[in-house]
């Protein structure tokens, strides 16, 4: 049961995660989700339980555990949108108007 909830737990907290993070855009791209889950599922699985944290308790969820995947899985995404665009959002395409077309992000750095 434990496994189940915990999975449970790391897909919503990903998915509130890939909402914060995901820019301006509307769509969720399912490789932003992943590295959220992966994200929520060791934050809670394994770093959380050797902090002393727990993930389940005797009702079900504990608050300092789903904020632990939470915690997780925003790190990760972010860490990996800094890698990937060089900022923490995942702004990919941005448009001067709507319909407009969109123009691809400039490089930092590069002129």
Known sequence: MDV???????VLVGWLATLILQGKNDDVYVCDFSIAVMGAALAGGVIAPSLGISPTGQYGLTLAGTFASW???TALL????????????????????????????AHPGKD
């Open 4 to 10: 189940v909830t915990l999975l449970t737990v790391a």
């Open 71 to 73: 915690a997780g899985a």
């Open 78 to 105: 972010a860490a990996a949108n800094l890698l990937r665009y060089g900022r923490f959002r995942g702004d990919r395409r941005r448009s001067t108007r709507k319909g407009a077309p969109a123009q691809p992000l």
